[in-house]
């Protein structure tokens, strides 16, 4: 019989998966965002007692490993001083004419929906280290946002 006829297994076609990336630098995090760790961890171990199915498990221990590796690594953040833009700062500006307040947190605890930014971001970057009434650059416009007002995140 040719090769052309005979049935493979589904198993010959599935696509690898690959480990969760893991974001390159330092893995800084606000309190909140240590509980966050936590909190996931033990909803995957709660999940992972109850699951037979083999695709499922195999699914929540990729999980496992990539919230136990943000763990171990995690660096509870120093408290800002809030005189400059840093980790765990709250920071209004204005971009574009718009005012704008944003959180500055952990790559794992980052939710642009709630305005809590990833540290890594293009903008928080461009306003990192800067002071209220300062001006920074950012896309390319040396006048792009000005910083209005920075407090400690919530």
């Given amino acids: 019989m040719s090769v052309a ?3 493979e297994s589904d198993e010959e076609h599935k696509e690898p ?27 995957i171990e709660a999940e992972l007692a109850g699951c037979t199915d083999k695709d499922a498990v195999e699914l929540l221990m990729r999980q496992k490993r990539y919230w136990q590796t943000r763990h171990a690594t995690a660096e509870l953040a120093p408290i800002p001083t809030g005189d400059e833009v840093a980790f765990g700062t709250r920071v209004t500006f ?22 809590r930014i990833s540290s890594s971001a293009p903008l928080v970057r461009a306003l990192l280290g800067a ?17 209005v007002e920075i407090s400690p995140a919530a």
């Fill in 5 to 7: 006829f005979r049935r």
């Fill in 94 to 115: 204005r971009l574009k004419g718009k005012l704008r307040t944003i959180d500055i947190v952990g790559d794992d605890e980052a939710d642009p929906a709630t305005n």
């Fill in 17 to 43: 998966r690959f480990e969760l990336p893991i974001p390159a630098g330092p893995n800084l995090v606000t309190v909140a965002g240590k509980q966050l760790i936590e909190d996931r961890l033990s909803a």
């Fill in 131 to 147: 002071s209220p009434g300062d001006i920074c650059a950012f896309g390319g416009d040396d006048q792009a946002v000005e910083v």
